[in-house]
């Protein structure tokens, strides 16, 4: 029997904590990586892996990304993660379309639920022990069982035995709730996932944590695979895991290009546009061309290998809109304005403290509309507390064209209970104002 190298219990954990991430092996570069030695060192790294062949893993010679390991834990996930908590919102969406279609329109299957449906076929070849329905009529009589009783479920806290997806043949509120609304489907059922995070650490008192994911997002958008591996294990944001798991995806899977491209304001992966590339953001490509942002870096498809970005629906739901609130938190800030971030678990945007007298509240809010009800919601979040000087709406001077803040507040705040709608830079003006009466009082 070979002698097993003293590394072997270093090198099986970076292997498994590696296969939990990606779904392809590792190269001996990558691995090397992952145990902290240089490239030089791949010889080093051959040797061991050689003692443990046969034995922990195996591969096949002269084939890249072939390395293996023989007796994977059970308990170790795998590469390929469908979140089920994903799953349900397609679901439930695709029902909730379903049923408001004529009966005539309803020979074509929603989009949400093609998708539900798939990524169930998805989940039950990798479970092995499930079967997932093969098709609409088999789907709307595993529809009427408790969506307990689907394995997957029992990951979900606080699951009624007795809900189901349809009731009395109707959707059923379960499903109602669960539901996403919007023409965007699958990036409003990506940026969900940043609810749960919102939910689970209410539930936890996890302020710093929640914190720290909502900044890594808007801040880091893109990861280099070695730094993303660390953020998971680090002490802050170790509770929040599964969280970055189904946040961040493998750039190659996310784009397949030749070169990637990157914005120079958001510094996410730009698409292919005619014979140019650009931001998904419209904003940013405005923002970029008027302050003559220099180009990033591009990355080959190689390299990009080792990368890990947040998925199309965290940019567009929190990467983007979050950095409008960091930019404002880091002008205030400079001015002399004592600045908190999402305080009190996100209960609003900004907590920003002149005096002991003088305290505002403000959410920061990149609506390409200005909708009524949504005021509503954040009028009826902050009108009752009486620990704030003044509550504001902030939005971007970027949307005035189209929101016409200046002239629709006077009809609207009249209504809002005391919360005043502001641009970002009449924001900064009015804080200057109070920060220099302060100052030669």
């Known amino acids: 029997m070979k002698k097993v190298t003293r590394n072997r219990d270093k090198i099986l954990q970076a292997l498994r904590e590696w296969f939990r991430i990606h779904e392809q092996a590792p190269t001996l570069e990558e691995l090397c990586v992952e145990l902290e030695m240089q490239p030089r060192q791949r010889a080093t790294l051959q040797r061991w892996l050689q003692t443990m062949r046969g034995i922990d893993v ?123 609304t919007g023409s965007e489907v699958e990036m409003q059922v990506q940026e969900k996932v940043l609810q749960d995070v919102w939910e689970y650490c209410r539930a936890n008192q996890l302020e710093e944590q929640y914190v720290a994911l ?22 802050e944001l170790r509770p929040l895991r599964d969280f970055l798991l189904q946040i961040y995806v493998d750039l190659v899977d996310f784009v397949e290009d030749k070169t990637y491209y990157f914005c120079p304001r958001c510094k996410y992966v730009m698409y ?64 002399g304005g004592r600045v908190t971030l999402w305080p009190e678990i996100d209960e609003f945007d900004l907590l920003v403290e002149f005096s002991k007298k003088v305290c505002w509240a403000i959410d920061v809010k990149d609506w390409s509309y200005l909708d009524e009800g949504r005021l509503e919601k954040v009028k009826q979040k902050l009108q009752y507390r009486s620990d704030f000087t003044e509550t504001f709406v902030v939005f971007p001077n970027e949307r005035e064209q189209v929101l016409r803040v200046r002239v629709r507040r006077e009809q609207l705040e009249p209504t809002l209970g005391g919360l005043r709608l502001r641009l970002i830079s009449e924001i900064i003006e009015q804080a200057d104002k109070i920060l220099n009466k302060n100052q030669y009082a």
């Open 58 to 180: 195996d591969w096949d010679d002269n084939v890249a990304r072939s390395l293996r390991l023989l007796n994977p834990d059970p308990k170790i996930e795998t590469g390929l993660q469908i979140p089920v908590t994903e799953t349900l919102r397609y679901l439930a969406t695709g029902l909730a379309e379903w049923e408001k279609r004529e009966f005539m329109n309803r020979a074509h299957i929603p989009k949400a639920l093609r998708l539900g449906m798939s990524q169930m076929y998805l989940t039950s070849l990798l479970q092995g022990d499930e079967q997932a329905p093969a098709n609409i009529p088999e789907f709307f009589n595993w529809a009427k069982n408790p969506v307990a009783e689907w394995k997957p479920a029992t990951e979900i806290k606080h699951l009624s035995s007795e809900v189901t997806l349809i009731e009395d043949g109707s959707v059923s509120d379960f499903a109602l709730q669960w539901q996403v």
């Open 272 to 335: 292919r546009y005619k014979n140019s590339y650009i931001c998904r953001s419209h904003t940013c490509e405005q923002i970029s061309a008027r302050c003559h942002l220099a180009w990033l870096p591009t990355i080959s498809r190689d390299n990009a290998e080792t990368l890990k970005v947040v998925n199309p629906g965290v940019h567009r739901y929190g990467t983007l809109p979050g950095l409008w609130e960091l930019e404002l938190a880091q002008a205030l800030t400079q001015r």
């Open 214 to 235: 909502r900044k890594l997002i808007i801040e880091c958008p893109v990861l280099p695979y070695p730094e993303f591996r660390r953020i998971l294990s680090s002490t």
